[in-house]
């Protein structure tokens, strides 16, 4: 047989394609790369620590999968996550008993960790174990979704896990999507552990064992920490491998430069700039802003309803209704967001949702009457608290609700606070005038209410104790019919207002700045970027 | 006794003297972070939904679980072991977070006070010598600038000039670009470390990146020096060894340099030993804008969170680098003027 010989000008063809190709090598890595800016750091590899940052959730999310995760839908123009659409990401499908107490979980035979094990479960069954039983932040998480004890948890077989819960729980399989029950590959992270810390939690804070779509390249804490791509993970919602080789998460403290920085295009992404900066960017037009309101999250003005004179639902009722929510949207948030006020309820609420808009406006004459009615026509003192990371929001809107209250003769004493001092304030439940923020990762109703508005602990903010409403509360918790749930939750809806414990003001919006290239965006439950969620078109 | 004998026994009592200082410090602050408000275990339990348990947890693993006296106790048995406790804002031992911190602020604070010496003195002698001209005025009413301009202000505004609008400058995050690779770690200042192996493009990268945090320190404290140097130097030039000089018709600058210089830079060296120290400790707002992992914005994040530890090492580091900083002006000194070490 004869060979066929390259002819010369072919062969310098090739050649001189080569050199072409290798010349722009290093811009392909720029495109290949994504540079991510953000004000805080990320403390830990291991997001189940306590104390871990918010920063910290996203690298859980890349390095480690869980059995689930969230689907996703439209809002508007933009995609966020969806509570009621999980996909599978570890399981390859589960099946739900008609008594609804046991979920079985079949996994995906292609699973592996990153050191090349298959993912087993074994070692499903020893995260999980590790998520309810270690010292750690999942174990009050999974509660919320009726896990409590490894009892719970069985093999069945090498690709089958089978979970058993004490009552149905709707919110048992959302919560095994959320970041604490990651996927951890068992063998590794035993052979860290020691008989004090059993479940290898001081190895994992620095090291990662999982079979997540990343891994980590470099981390240094408080600055920047690089990812590298997982080319065998292929569990995004089309089964392809995460779109970025590398992603580069830095911390960048000042605002102003992150947002100069993906101005110019040396940064890809970022999340948590000034309002009026994403404000300018978004009429500049040379960067995309895409501007969610965080729809699991609600900005509240706060009572304390043990505290004098806020034990009486009048005077909660009277400022309700002496705030200037408008000027307070415009002002703290340049009206980025959804308001939640200025609603009109014609019998009840409209919505088994939760937020919804109050059927609250400014009225001064209504304040003043319900003033007189609780008792103290001629006002009160009181303090204003919030906490200094929030300074930009929470500023100009102390300012305009001291303005306004004085109208009513109530004379507000601004307090501004560290944000460890403002927490520590909070759950000594000794604040009795504030304003802060609250967050569920699984926003059901119910949900809101029971982790929100009950019970003794810090995010019980206005200390409220209702027994009725924990009852509903409990009882729509574990009600399989939606239109019976539909009632309970309207139900507490009602109450929420009757009782005006908070006011909801807003939900503000979440802008994710980036350059134009950049594609795929979600608002994610954590309120922090899914890398494996974005592009480059 | 020789110079050098007299130096070394000078530094060494110097040193012993500034212990119990250093101890006092150490007790001090530990007491000052357990009376401020705010209790690190509630700011740290904040996960969605951490319970009074999560709470007791950290509280317990900072070990703030045990009565003062005896957190005192095992707290100076750790720093006498040489650990300062860790960190729940990066999760890192402290002592392994200042070292990898300290030669960014470092580097960043001699680079600062480089260029500061370089402008200021010469400044300083100029205005000496024209004293009360224009160019007098004028090089105070620069220096006033300098120093009224917060550090935060000039800055922001010179990362707006010089990346955002003209594009010089790389971008102002940190020591290196993010796509440079550090060299490898010998002293931990880039600057030496590249030029160690010989890396000519990577020490021109960290170059250009320190050049903006550097200008934007030195401006701030060019005001101090100029003054001093300006001050001593009309002294010195008023004197009468200064006048004999001239009139046995001396060159002039000989006069200026030898003569005056020399004897006006004194106060100049006192003021430097302050102004380096103050610097490490106010360079908080210039690693911010520019995101510079050095040791001040490390610690005031951590006071922010009420994180004890990183507070009580940094306040540690700074008493110590005093002392340090101290005795460095000491030595100076008497290399200067061999008179002051005579005892």
């Not at chain 1, 074994?122 to 896990?147: C, E, I, P």
Request: glycine share 6%.
């Amino acid at each position: 047989m004869k060979t066929q010989r390259l002819p010369l000008f072919q062969a310098c063809a090739i050649a001189i394609a080569a050199a072409l190709c290798s010349a722009p090598a290093s811009a392909q890595t720029r495109a290949e790369t994504m540079r991510f800016v953000t004000g805080g750091t990320v403390n830990t590899l291991d997001p189940t620590m306590l104390g871990t940052t918010r920063e910290a959730f996203t690298v859980g999310m890349s390095t480690y999968d869980r059995l689930v995760s969230f689907g996703k839908k439209k809002q508007g123009d933009n995609w966020v996550f969806d509570l009621d659409k999980i996909r599978g990401e570890l399981a390859e499908r589960w099946v739900v008993s008609p008594d609804g107490l046991k979920i079985t979980f079949t996994l995906r035979k292609d699973a592996k960790f990153q050191d090349g094990t298959p993912v087993t479960a074994d070692d499903v069954k020893w995260s999980l174990d590790r998520a309810v039983t270690a010292k750690q932040l999942g174990a009050a998480q999974l509660l919320t979704g009726s896990m409590t004890s490894a009892d719970q948890f069985k093999v069945i077989d090498p690709a089958t896990i089978e979970v058993t819960l004490p009552k149905p729980d709707r919110l048992a399989l959302p919560n095994l999507a959320t970041v604490y029950p990651i996927i951890i590959n068992s063998k590794v992270a035993k052979s860290h552990a020691t008989p004090d810390d059993p479940w290898a939690q001081a190895w994992l804070k620095e090291h990662t064992a999982g079979s997540g779509a990343y891994s980590v390249e470099s981390f240094k804490p408080g600055e920047q920490l690089v990812l590298k791509r997982n080319e065998a993970w292929n569990r995004s919602a089309d089964g392809k491998p995460a779109a970025f080789k590398r992603v580069i998460a830095q911390t960048i403290p000042e605002a102003a430069t992150r947002a100069n920085l993906v101005e110019r295009g040396d940064a890809d992404l970022a999340i948590d700039l000034q309002a009026n900066d994403a404000a300018s960017l978004a009429t500049k037009g040379k960067v995309k802003v895409i501007s969610t309101p965080q729809y699991n999250a609600v900005s509240f003005i706060s009572f304390n309803t043990q505290m004098k004179p806020f034990d009486n639902v009048k005077v909660r009722q009277a400022i309700a209704y002496a705030l200037p929510y408008d000027d307070m949207f415009k002002a703290a948030l340049f009206g980025r967001g959804k308001p939640l006020f200025n609603a009109t309820w014609k019998d009840g609420p409209p919505s088994a949702d939760f937020p919804i808009a109050q059927p609250v406006k400014l009225d001064l004459a209504k304040a003043k009457a319900l003033l007189a009615e609780a008792g103290m026509p001629n006002g009160f003192e009181t303090t204003f608290s919030f906490n200094l990371g929030q300074a930009n929001v929470a500023e100009p809107m102390a300012a305009l609700i001291k303005e306004s209250l004085a109208k009513i003769g109530i004379k507000v004493d601004i307090q501004k606070l560290p944000d460890a001092q403002m927490s520590t304030l909070i759950n000594e439940k000794k604040a009795p005038f504030f304003t802060e923020n609250i967050v569920a990762w699984l926003p059901s109703n119910d949900y809101f209410y029971r982790n929100f508005y009950t019970g003794n602990q810090r995010w019980n903010y206005s200390s409220l104790n209702d027994p009725k409403l924990v009852e509903i509360a409990e009882k729509a918790r574990f009600e399989a019919d939606p239109a019976k749930y539909a009632a309970y939750a309207k139900q507490l809806n009602a109450m929420a207002f009757e009782l005006m414990p908070q006011i909801p003001i807003w939900q503000a919006s979440q802008d994710a700045v980036m350059v134009p290239s950049l594609d795929g965006y979600v608002y994610q439950f954590h309120r922090q970027v899914d890398f494996r969620d974005v592009a480059r078109k | 006794m020789s110079l050098l004998a007299t130096t070394l026994r000078r530094t060494g009592r110097r040193f012993v003297s500034s212990l119990p200082a250093l101890f006092g410090v150490l007790v001090f602050t530990f007491l000052l972070m357990r009376v401020l408000p705010g209790d690190p275990a509630v700011f740290f339990a904040n996960g969605g939904s951490s319970g009074k348990e999560e709470i007791e947890m950290v509280r317990k693993q900072m070990g703030l679980d045990k009565p003062v006296p005896e957190q005192l106790l095992l707290y100076l048995r750790d720093v006498g072991t040489g650990k300062l406790g860790r960190s729940l804002t990066t999760g890192q031992q402290v002592t392994a977070d200042i070292q990898q911190r300290l030669p960014a602020s470092l580097e960043l604070t001699f680079s600062a006070l480089l260029i500061a010496l370089l402008a200021a003195v010469p400044l300083g002698i100029w205005a000496a010598l024209k004293a009360g001209s224009f160019i007098d005025h004028a090089v105070r009413l620069f220096c006033v600038v300098g120093v009224c301009v917060p550090t935060f202000v000039s800055g922001l505004l010179l990362v707006y000039v010089f990346y955002y609008m003209l594009g010089i400058a790389p971008d102002p995050t940190g020591r290196l670009d993010v796509f440079t690779s550090a060299p490898p770690h010998v002293t931990g200042f880039l600057l030496i470390d590249f030029a160690l192996v010989g890396d000519g493009a990577g020490w021109w990268a960290a170059f250009k990146q320190l050049m903006l945090p550097a200008f934007t320190m030195a401006l701030f404290v060019l005001a101090p020096i100029a003054r001093i140097t300006r001050a001593s130097m009309l002294a010195a030039l008023g004197s009468d060894f200064v006048r004999t000089a001239r009139s046995i018709g001396l060159p002039a600058w000989r006069i200026v340099v030898t003569y005056a210089l020399r004897n006006a830079v004194l106060p100049v060296l006192t003021i430097l030993g302050i102004v380096f120290s103050t610097m490490l400790g106010a360079n908080v707002l210039v690693e911010k804008v520019f995101s510079w992992p050095g040791v001040a914005s490390y610690a005031l994040d951590a006071l922010l969170a009420s994180d004890y530890a990183p507070v009580q090492g940094f306040v540690l580091l700074m008493a110590s680098i005093f002392v340090l900083v101290n005795l460095v002006v000491d030595i100076l000194y008497s290399i200067s003027d061999p008179r002051i070490s005579i005892e």
